[in-house]
């Protein structure tokens, strides 16, 4: 059920990290996940049923939503939805599949209309999901509207109007989400989400896959040699990734001070080898040091991994989201959603853009390169620092632990279970035997008793 928007006050200074305890002795760390993990088709297969169908995910912020009727449309593991505000101001989520012949009943990214229609045979449903319209089936024998209304999904709104949705239609259904997030949404307190207004979003197309980025997304020990603009910005000492419950809270202090930024005076038209073919280059000119604001702001940060696959990063001129979208074991669409501070001025939003996808981009590059040598079948697993990638030990365990439970649990059913699937019970006795025959044929020369996808 949405709560609502909460008016309490965010914090002046977010909380610091606990302190370390100097008495403790550095633990032995671990190694990754087999690189295999990163790889398979089958694993790939199997982690959407055991984590991503059963995971609260983040999609969106309700601020976006003005009015009944705006809508937005996800794709997330191939499954198809969207997220519509009601006329009674609720947010809502549903599968984006006619209860008809499945075609999809909006085909737009984002919109806003009381009443969906199916282009395919015309069938209605209103913000609540409910079929109102399906012609010449008025007089159909056994026909009922009401037993025909969209698949909803279930959905969590935090006071800060975050929109989480969960997949799981199972019988025990899914963890609910206070447990699964336990103290997220009181961090979220820090800071006045109310403030701030969307900005835009853009998307990358990675050819890596999903837990490579996390990999990286859940440390910092590669920030200094991989990032030099976050570390001049950031105290790159003061870093430090905290497992909570499902999530990691990301600490660091931010450069108070103006920090330097190197400018070239070079012409581009002279210099460059593209636009300066055929031309004489001209001698090398000075770089020229200035000083600038720090574009992450003043605000320390309030920076959050969201398992599986998630992220909400907090500054003072602006928050994002990533949404890390798995499409197959070799790929992986990053989208993100810019928030600034409501009178920011242009060019402080574009400072800010410019800051967060000089970061981004160079994240991607890692991982494409990464990548590339994970398929070769060379590297098996790495030995993980136990501090400086503590946030990397902590997100591939839980992958891990619910992977081998759900595999566990297919093992002693026999074949594979779809959190996710909203079908129910075959209607008929007919449509029941057609069930059972898909699933022997399916199931035909291979025994889930014997065959592991950890062995391929």
């Not at 006071?159 to 949404?185: A, K, R």
């Not at 574009?295 to 320390?300: Q, R, V």
């Not at 060019?347 to 994970?374: G, M, P, R, S």
């Not at 839980?398 to 019970?425: C, F, S, T």
Request: hydrophobic residues 30%.
């Amino acid at each position: 059920m949405a709560s609502a928007v909460s008016s309490i006050k965010p914090a002046v200074v977010p909380s610091a990290p606990p302190a370390d305890n100097p008495a403790e002795a550095l633990l032995p760390g671990e190694h990754t996940l087999p690189s295999s993990w990163w790889t398979s088709d089958k694993v790939f297969e199997l982690e959407k049923r055991a984590i991503f169908n059963k995971s609260w995910l983040y999609t969106s912020h309700a601020s976006r939503f003005k009015k009944a009727g705006d809508y937005y449309a996800f794709t997330f593991t191939g499954i198809n939805f969207f997220l519509i505000k009601t006329k009674a101001g609720e947010i809502k989520a549903f599968h984006n599949v006619c209860r008809h012949r499945a075609y999809p009943v909006v085909r737009k990214e984002k919109g806003s209309s009381t009443i969906l229609g199916c282009k395919y045979h015309g069938w209605s449903y209103n913000t609540e999901g409910t079929l109102t319209k399906a012609p010449h089936f008025d007089q159909v024998q056994g026909f009922e509207k009401e037993k025909n209304s969209l698949y909803e999904i279930r959905t969590h709104i935090t006071d800060q109007g975050l929109i989480f949705v969960n997949f799981d239609q199972s019988e025990e259904g899914p963890t609910n989400f206070d447990s699964w997030f336990e103290g997220l949404q009181d961090e979220m307190h820090e800071y006045d989400f109310s403030d701030y207004e969307y900005y835009m979003s853009y998307e990358l197309d990675g050819k890596f896959n999903w837990k490579t980025l996390m990999d990286g997304y859940q440390e910092c020990y590669h920030c200094p040699t991989a990032h030099p603009g976050l570390s001049t910005a950031f105290k790159m000492e003061t870093y430090k990734v905290v497992p909570k419950s499902r999530y990691c809270r990301h600490y660091a202090q931010i450069v108070k001070e103006e920090i330097p930024e190197v400018e070239s005076n070079t012409d581009p038209d002279e210099e460059s080898s593209w636009f300066g073919f055929g031309k004489k280059k001209a001698a090398p000119k000075k770089e020229v040091e200035t000083k600038k604001k720090n574009p992450g702001g003043d605000f320390n940060g309030l920076w959050v991994y969201l398992f599986p696959t998630n992220g909400i990063n907090c500054y003072s001129p602006a928050w994002y989201s990533i949404r890390v979208l798995p499409i197959a074991p070799g790929r992986t669409i990053l989208q993100y959603d810019i928030y600034t501070k409501k009178g920011l001025e242009d060019d402080q939003k574009k400072e800010f853009v410019d800051f967060l996808q000089t970061v981004e981009i160079e994240d991607y590059n890692l991982c494409e390169a990464t990548q590339k040598n994970l398929n070769q079948g060379v590297y098996s697993t790495g030995y993980l620092h136990p501090t400086k990638e503590q946030g990397v030990v902590y997100y591939q365990g839980v992958v891990r632990d619910m992977v081998k439970d759900h595999w566990a649990q297919e093992k002693l059913a026999g074949g594979p279970i779809n959190p996710a699937y909203v079908g129910g019970k075959a209607p008929s006795d007919e449509a029941a035997e057609l069930e059972v025959l898909c699933k022997e044929v399916e199931c035909q020369g291979s025994n889930p008793e014997t065959t592991s996808p950890f062995d391929w």
